[in-house]
């Protein structure tokens, strides 16, 4: 294998990037036509799909699904999703048509205010520049109107700026605080700008102010960036019926043992931590989806949800379940930030399409379906792990994903799927069982 290091691997084409990888690995010439079978014919697509990253040799593609019948609000809506993990949508769409049946979701949205900081050191007095700071505030604001005058007419900005004084992190550190609104934009770009113009007003202040003496001219910037963690960007949804009203067919006692265990393992996910974080990997299983459908960020999104799963000093899982006067009710509380104009949204033909599902919801409405999908898909998973247990809606989904291994042909698939309904699903079972087709009818089954 040629190991050679690559210079300007940035400024090839697509095609030498193809022959700088068959060449590294030493693949067939065919690689060349088998990429392309993954490139979307229309090449103004392949283009904007290409221009989302950097050094494309093809696309990657999920699949693209829709999970129906989420009732949000009295809103009946097809969720689309993106997901590579076989039943999260199966899960989704089960809960989403259970609930329709029992009131639907409820959600609402309890603020949306973003976070950004500017760290930086300062070697003065820390209640001298805080008796400065309101001079200073005056100054950050009035010399980034040029970056916030557009986001004041659709109704955000800038909603405060703290200075805080941090000398147990390092010596003479400090941080200024500052809250955004960017309504429907998830805002990362205006965020990021006004907070380095804060950094730049900052220093001129140091170096030109008469308030601050020779010796304390200095002010270094270590840096500034928004913060993913957004506590006051928060969505709670829920969902709640009669308990009697949750297995149909079931016996009251049945109803009950059902409700019982449902609250047990909510309660173990809320102080054991190994099953916190399955529990909300599980809760982010539907987040995601609807997010990488929607084209936003969902890294940002869990960073910030496992963040607020963490914010009373230990990780807990990210439901809640109240029964009471003979009802059962299943909450989520998330911290949350997205956004429904600009970046992938905008541009992502896909993500347009989902907007578009979705009847262009606007950012609060999108908080409220990605907490709906989290707490659907917690529904479904912990309903079926008190129950039947989640191996039997897994396997039945990696059974096709066998028979796909497998290039098993559409014509044989209902019968292996039929032979592998009471029985357990593994690769070699299925394999084992697919040979034993090709005997058929040679005497020897
Ligand atoms: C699997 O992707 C997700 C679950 O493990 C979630 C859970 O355990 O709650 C089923």
Redesign the pocket.
């Known amino acids: 294998m040629d190991n050679s290091i690559i210079k300007g691997f940035s400024k090839y084409n697509k095609q030498q990037r193809i022959d700088a990888l068959i060449k590294r690995y030493g693949f067939q010439e065919d690689m060349v036509s088998w990429l392309a079978t993954f490139e979307n014919s229309d090449a103004v697509i392949q283009k904007i799909i290409d221009d989302l990253s950097e050094n494309p040799v093809c696309s990657f593609p999920f699949p693209f699904s829709i999970a129906p019948n989420f009732v949000v609000k009295g809103k009946n809506l097809f969720f689309p999703l993106v997901s590579e993990?076989s039943s999260?949508v199966a899960a989704l769409s089960n809960t989403a048509g259970f609930w329709a049946k029992r009131g639907g979701f409820h959600a609402e949205v309890l603020g949306t205010e973003k976070k950004g900081q500017v760290h930086f050191i300062w070697n003065g007095n820390p209640g001298y520049l805080q008796s400065l700071f309101p001079e200073i505030r005056s100054k950050l604001l009035a010399e980034s109107t040029f970056l916030t005058a557009k986001m004041e007419e659709r109704g955000g900005g800038i909603t405060s700026i703290e200075l805080k004084f941090l000398p147990h992190i390092l010596p003479n550190y400090y941080q200024l605080d500052a809250g955004f609104e960017t309504c429907d934009a998830m805002g990362a770009n205006f965020i990021n700008s006004c907070l380095e113009q804060f950094g730049k007003s900052l220093q001129e202040y140091f170096l030109t102010s008469e308030k601050v003496s020779a010796g304390q001219r200095e002010c270094e910037i270590i840096m500034a960036i928004l913060s993913n963690y957004t506590p006051e960007s928060r969505v709670r949804a829920w969902v709640e019926c009669p308990f009697a009203d949750l297995l149909e067919g079931k016996t009251a006692e049945e109803c009950e043992l059902f409700v019982r265990k449902f609250e047990q393992a909510i309660r173990i996910s809320q102080t054991d931590v190994s099953r916190a974080v399955?529990?909300n990997?599980?809760i982010f299983?539907g987040i995601d989806a609807l997010a990488v459908a929607t084209g936003n960020d969902f890294r940002a999104i869990e960073a910030c949800g496992h963040a607020f799963a963490a914010r009373n000093g230990h990780y807990s899982g990210l439901t809640d379940v109240l029964i009471q006067e003979g009802k059962f009710r299943l909450s989520i509380e998330l911290a949350l930030a997205v956004g429904v104009v600009g970046g992938v949204t905008a541009v992502h033909p896909l993500a347009k399409l989902a907007m578009q599902i979705l009847d262009h919801p606007t950012a609060k409405e999108l908080m409220m379906y990605m907490a709906v999908a989290g707490l659907a898909s917690?529904f479904g998973?912990?309903k079926?792990?008190v129950s039947v247990g989640?191996q039997q809606g897994h396997m039945k989904m990696h059974l096709s994903n066998i028979l796909n291994q497998l290039n098993i042909p559409e014509d044989k698939r209902a019968e292996i799927q039929q032979y592998f309904q009471d029985k357990t699903v593994s690769f070699s079972a299925v394999e084992e069982y697919w040979k034993s087709f090709g005997l058929r009818g040679s005497g020897f089954e």
């Open positions: 993990e999260v399955t529990h990997k599980g299983n917690n998973a912990v079926a792990l989640i």
